[in-house]
C-alpha cells in the first residue's frame, strides 16, 4: 500500500484554517455585541458605581468635564446657553420629554455641578440621569 | 507535446485563501477600533436622581460632608458605615423625598457613592440638592 505525502503548500492551508475560524469567531462576536457610537467630543472619568440598570432610549447627552466646560450633544455651550439649547432640540416635542444623561467627571465637585442642575431645572426639566460604570 | 502533457498533469489550481484573510483582519481592525462594548459606558450607567418634584409630601434632608460617606441627619453626626441605619430615621414607605446636601469637599464620585449605598439600604426615591430646590 502506497500513502502520498501531502504537499508542502497542502498543509500550510490546513494549518491556517483554525485561525481563520478563530478571527471569523471574533468578527462575529464584535458585529453582534459591537455597537458603533459617535465617540464624545471630550472624554471624561465617570464615577463608578454599582447600579446595573441601564438608561432608556437616552437620545441628549451632557458632558461636564472637570474644567466645568460643558458639551450638550458633543457641541460646546455654556449655562447661560444651555436652556434655549434644550429648547431648540429638533427630536424633542416638550422639554420635560427630554431624558438627558449627564456625563460628569468624577472629580467634579458637586458645587460645581450644582448650578448645572439648578439650570437644567429652570430649563424644565424634572429629571436627569447621571452616568456612571460599574464599579 | 511534452508541454501538453505537463498542462494535463498539473494538479488543478487552488483559491488562496491569503487574500480572504486579508479582507476578515482589516474588518476585525476596523471593529475593534470603531466599536464600543456596551459594558464600556452604557451598561450600568443609569443613575436616576430627581431634581424638581412637586409638593412632595415630606422632604428629609442629609448633608454629606466627605468623599468617604460621613454624613449628617437633623443635627447629628453619622459615620459611612451608618448608612443602613438611615431607612431608620424616617419613613421611606411614604412618598417621601430624601434630599442630599453636599458639602464643598464632595465630588460627583462621592456623591454617587453615598447615593449608592442608599439604594443598596432600598432608599431609591433620593433627591440633589441644588441651589433653587
Given at each position: 500500500m502506497k500513502f502520498e505525502a501531502d504537499s508542502p503548500r497542502t498543509h500550510g492551508d490546513n494549518a491556517v484554517i483554525p485561525l481563520i475560524n478563530v478571527v471569523f469567531l471574533i468578527l462575529i462576536f464584535l458585529v453582534i455585541t459591537g455597537q458603533i457610537t459617535n465617540s464624545d467630543v471630550y472624554k471624561v472619568e465617570l464615577p463608578e458605581s454599582v447600579s446595573q440598570s441601564t438608561p432608556p432610549d437616552i437620545t441628549q447627552t451632557l458632558i461636564v468635564n472637570e474644567e466645568r466646560q460643558l458639551y450638550l450633544n458633543n457641541q460646546a455651550t455654556n449655562l447661560s446657553e444651555l436652556p434655549d439649547r434644550l429648547r431648540e432640540?429638533?427630536?424633542?416635542?416638550?422639554?420635560?420629554d427630554i431624558k438627558l444623561l449627564i456625563k460628569a467627571?468624577?472629580?467634579?465637585p458637586v458645587s460645581d455641578l450644582r448650578p448645572v442642575l439648578t439650570s437644567l431645572r429652570e430649563a424644565g426639566l424634572q429629571r436627569v440621569l447621571i452616568a456612571t460604570i460599574q464599579g | 507535446m511534452s508541454k501538453l502533457t505537463a498542462a494535463f498533469n498539473k494538479k488543478p489550481s487552488r483559491v488562496s485563501l491569503v487574500p480572504l484573510i486579508d479582507v476578515v483582519f482589516i474588518l476585525l481592525l476596523f471593529f475593534l477600533l470603531s466599536t464600543q462594548l456596551?459594558?464600556?459606558?452604557?451598561?450600568?450607567v443609569e443613575f436616576p436622581i430627581e431634581i424638581h418634584t412637586k409638593d412632595p409630601p415630606e422632604i428629609y434632608t442629609l448633608v454629606l460632608h466627605d468623599n468617604v460617606g460621613n454624613f449628617s441627619y437633623s443635627g447629628n453626626r453619622f459615620n459611612a458605615d451608618a448608612v443602613a441605619r438611615v431607612p431608620t430615621f424616617?419613613?421611606?414607605?411614604?412618598d417621601s423625598i430624601i434630599v442630599i446636601k453636599s458639602d464643598d469637599p464632595v465630588n460627583v464620585q462621592g456623591l454617587i457613592g453615598f447615593v449608592d449605598r442608599l439604594y443598596q439600604n432600598g432608599i431609591t426615591n433620593v433627591s440633589i440638592f441644588e441651589n433653587g430646590q
Open positions: 432640540l429638533d427630536d424633542v416635542s416638550q422639554i420635560t467627571d468624577a472629580g467634579l | 456596551n459594558l464600556l459606558y452604557d451598561i450600568n424616617f419613613d421611606t414607605t411614604s
